[in-house]
């Protein structure tokens, strides 16, 4: 089964969550044979379309597994100094194609090597096994009857890994010259990348859209992230009924649904619209609908319709911009408060979904000062209006079994933390 290698962005779970999610909506078989905080190895039943690169809000890399050896040989090469196992390494590589693969139309080549190792022990050392892998790769040039460099690390940098930026503007996808080395506990992978992030397209979403709200504004890449999350796909019908100035319909109107937004303010309903109208014109989407209408939660069947929508993506309010770290009586005001809020939407999201329909829907997560979790208590709420929770993970998708795997299945939301605010986003998944 072919397997590619998928290096997550800075919320390794909310990645991998999306990345299952986002294959499951499509149907298409999988298994993750190996997770870590450090990459993830998929394999598939068919070969894997790079294509869906654009589409994914957490993933930096993707990479095409060339050759795969037993992490013992690089302990043996890099922890006990054996020459043989360095030579076994050295006959992977070759064995690889790697080499063969890379554009050699330039006068000298230039190429990169990343290392990415879930080993505590070698990732010390991840940095004399780029300058050994870069160098194999160099010798083998050398047999083309071509000169060569590898992209290097200062020895202040922390990771021996190229960024998606360095990539991107190296052109090393392009050239297919960026070699991926993934440290596995018990195995290891060799790949090169065949697709990178490109965090302009999300700058250019976020930044130079019309109309901007910088106060209590959602990231597009974590918008991506949770249309995935929803199941949304081409052609369904995706609500947002606190659509603010439209983040989430951009990002599920680039998906190819069909987005409708609800705002009670009548600034947000005329902002969402002239970015979904820029979005139409800059992306070319001449057969996207959309609509954004103002109103109440309390209204929302009046304006959308009993049982007509498919996937449900929002974030409604999530209390006040906090200078400080609050305290537990503080933070537990902040929730009651909001309770009438979130119970009123779940009553009336359940109303407008169809059957089988998802929500996808952030509450706040507040770490009080003495480092104790308050949170929205709607799982009771969801269950009694009708809603199944589902859990991010499915068991029968993991080879791997260890401590993270029982962590992984015992998850009911996700976490996205961001160190710069003072109340962080808890994202459920419930399904009609």
């Known amino acids: 089964m072919p397997k590619e290698i998928f290096i997550s962005g800075k919320n390794w779970k909310l990645s991998l969550a999306e990345l299952t999610s986002f294959f499951n909506a499509r149907e298409t078989k999988f298994n993750v044979e190996f997770f870590s905080k450090e990459f993830f190895v998929f394999s598939f039943e068919k070969n894997f379309w790079v294509s869906a690169m654009p589409d994914l809000g957490g993933t930096i890399k993707i990479g095409e597994e060339k050759v795969g050896f037993p992490t013992q040989a690089i302990r043996e090469a890099f922890l006990g100094r054996n020459k043989q196992a360095k030579k076994q390494i050295m006959e992977a590589l070759a064995s690889s194609g790697l080499v063969d693969e890379i554009d050699k139309s330039a006068e000298k080549l230039f190429f990169g090597v990343s290392v990415y190792c879930a080993e505590n022990s070698l990732r010390p050392l991840s940095g004399n096994i780029q300058r050994f892998v870069g160098s194999a790769i160099k010798d083998e040039l050398k047999g083309y009857g071509k000169k060569s460099q590898f992209m290097g690390f200062s020895e202040d940098r922390q990771l021996a890994q190229l960024s998606h930026v360095e990539v991107i503007k190296k052109n ?26 490109n965090p302009f397209e999300f700058q250019k979403r976020d930044v130079y859209k019309p109309v901007q709200r910088k106060i209590f504004a959602m990231p597009p890449r974590l918008a991506r992230i949770m249309v995935n999350l929803s199941a949304c796909t081409l052609g369904k019908v995706l609500l947002d009924p606190f659509c603010g100035v439209g983040t989430v319909l951009q990002e599920a109107m680039l998906e190819g649904a069909n987005v409708v937004g609800v705002d009670v303010n009548p600034w947000c309903v005329q902002a969402a619209t002239e970015n979904l109208e820029w979005l139409k014109n800059e992306y ?11 109103g109440d939660i309390g209204r929302l069947p009046e304006k959308v319709g009993q049982e007509m929508i498919d996937c449900i993506v929002t974030e409604p309010d999530l209390g006040p911009a906090l200078r400080e770290v609050p305290t537990a009586p503080c933070a537990l005001k902040i929730i009651e408060k909001l309770e009438p809020l979130f119970f009123g939407l779940i009553e009336q999201t359940y109303k407008v979904l169809k059957k089988d329909g998802r929500l996808v829907l952030v509450t706040p997560y507040i770490v009080t000062r003495s480092g104790k979790a308050i949170t929205m208590p709607i799982v009771d709420k969801l269950e009694k209006t009708g809603y199944k929770i589902i859990q991010p993970f499915a068991k029968n998708t993991f080879s791997q079994t260890d401590v993270r795997y029982e962590e992984l299945m015992s998850m009911y939301s996700l976490l996205e933390v961001d160190e710069r605010h003072k109340v962080s986003r808890q994202i459920h998944i419930c399904q009609k």
């Open 172 to 197: 090393l996808v392009e050239t297919k010259s960026e070699i991926l080395l993934c440290i596995g506990r018990e195995e290891t992978w060799v790949g090169r990348t065949v697709a990178v992030h």
């Open 284 to 294: 070319s989407l001449h057969n996207a609908e959309f609509r954004v209408l103002q």
